[in-house]
């Protein structure tokens, strides 16, 4: 989480992702799961984080970048696991 933004990508998205508003938004989620538990939207948020983040990997050329983003989102898979419904 202290890994600094990737030089050259403020202010770009990727097929309409705001790469700075995926980032806070993923690690302020994550930090709120950390902290005590999200409630329902706020998984749904994380879900929804990690969709775009799902989206966007695979546009991203510039190797640091990537591999940021390819990290935030292991962190916040990890962080949804536990709000994945089990199988019956």
Do not use: H, N, Q
Not at 54 to 76: N, Q
């Amino acid at each position: 989480m202290r890994a600094p933004f990737p030089d050259g990508f403020r202010g770009v998205d990727f097929d309409g992702v705001d790469l700075v508003l995926l980032d806070a938004g993923v690690a302020g989620l994550v930090r709120r799961e950390l902290k005590g538990g999200l409630d329902g939207s706020g998984i749904a948020c994380l879900w929804g984080c990690i969709a775009d983040l799902d989206k966007i990997i695979p546009l991203v050329g510039e190797e640091y970048c990537a591999s940021c983003f390819t990290k935030l989102r292991t962190m916040a898979r990890v962080a949804a696991a536990p709000c994945v419904p089990r199988a019956t």
